[in-house]
């Protein structure tokens, strides 16, 4: 699913290439996602143009995998992750440490969130802690 704001949202309309801040809808319908923050939305890619830009998704997966990496060679960028505004508990995927944390150090896809049954309705959110990574597409399993 590539990231463009979703479209339902008016205050949410993307211009490739433009500097947009974008405000967080209340609540998000089930596969619907939304920046908060400064964002410079791109052809290919959405990055947060200051420290604590953030995405949240409504999801009903077993797995939330993002593919992402930084913009510039050998740079990284921390991150932070909630699901339903709290700490992820068991839910964390491989690249998320005890602590909902983890970091982007190179392009590829990053498992966030690993769910055990039973499946159900959750709000993911990550936060990058800095400027520097680009977000290209989520996957799901």
């Not at 990055?47 to 995998?65: K, S």
């Not at 970091?103 to 520097?132: A, C, H, M, N, W």
């Amino acid at each position: 699913m590539p990231l463009y704001p979703d479209s339902s949202d008016a205050r949410q309309v993307a211009v490739r290439n433009a500097h947009p801040r974008f405000h967080r809808q209340q609540r998000l319908h089930r596969a619907g996602w939304a920046l908060q923050g400064d964002w410079t939305v791109g052809r290919e890619a959405v990055a947060p143009n200051a420290a604590n830009g953030r995405i949240a998704y409504r999801l009903h997966v077993r797995d939330l995998n993002l593919v992402m990496g930084p913009a510039a060679k050998g740079a990284s960028v921390r991150f932070r992750i909630l699901i339903d505004g709290q700490p992820a508990g068991t839910a964390l995927g491989t690249d998320v440490d005890g602590g909902c944390n983890g970091t982007v150090t190179e392009q590829r896809l990053y498992q966030l969130i690993r769910q055990s049954k039973p499946i159900i309705d959750r709000e993911f959110e990550i936060e990058f802690l800095g400027p520097g990574v680009e977000v290209f597409d989520f996957t799901f399993g």
